[in-house]
């Protein structure tokens, strides 16, 4: 008789002659499994012809092997397949959650802006501002250190679809931003530039106005930033200038405005006479609240 334990010659011939399946894959394989799972099922005696195809085929097809367990062992190639299938499926759920978090910070950034900005309406006087420019329908205004946005979204309205709305900042973030916030308002008539801080990159004579706000005391080369926005605007294009000085202490030189965040506007006037511009009027006291030891002026100047 045959020994169960020993190593068959060929596993399909034990099935013909009535043997079943070895002991070694009574143990380990799938079919026997099966036979031990539920014997009245699959049992192979009754169909002995079937048995015998089965294993005959399992065994040409490299599936069963002599002396080798049934379950098959994933050759390199498996493996490395199987690898290369996990490492993409990591990759994907690493992008979908960082997808996930920039989606968050971009959407509750969007809503402190537009909550920082409501605040900004009730004290900052913007449509006085934007008044100042003397803008009518068709008209381009620049928006010089437009930042996220704040004077170009309300610029738009003001010049209609006509006209055109230039953003030029010399950080590419807010312009990001700015571009968004355009886009979800619908405002299309505003277009973004990323400027140099020498140089604003704007087209000779190509401007009705320019606006620049909260901006002035950061250029650290004002003189030909001053020389290109005269260059771009139009003869009779206006210039207006918002900013901000300390309460206390007139600002004595250029060097302090951007390190404490303020400029003088006797500083800021002088130096747009001598780039060439006129003066049409000068408001010392724009804003003036109690409470803050800044005091906002005004500056509005014109191409002759
Ligand atoms: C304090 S933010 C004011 C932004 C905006 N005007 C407002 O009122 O909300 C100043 C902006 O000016 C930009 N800026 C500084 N120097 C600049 C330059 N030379 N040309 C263009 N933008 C400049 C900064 O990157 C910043 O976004």
Redesign the pocket.
Known sequence: MHDSHAPTPDLAEDAVMGNGLPHRLRRRSHLVGMVRGSPARVNLRPLPWLGTCILRLATRHGILKHGAPMKPVPDAEVQRAYRVRITLFLIGVFLVVFLLAVLYRGISTLNALDQVERE?DVWQRPGDGVEALALKDGNVVV?????????ALKLSPVVGKHGSVVA????KE?LLFLSIRAFLRNQRNLHTIH????N?RLQTGSSDAVLI???YH????AKP?LDHVFQSLKSGGRLVILDHELRSARTESREIGPQHHEVAAELVEAETRRAGFEIISHQDRFIDRPNDEHVWWLIVAQRP
């Open positions: 900004r928006d010089l250190g437009s930042g996220v946005g704040h004077f030029v900042d010399i950080l807010p400027g140099q801080p020498d604003p706000a909260n901006t950061e250029f650290t080369q930033m």
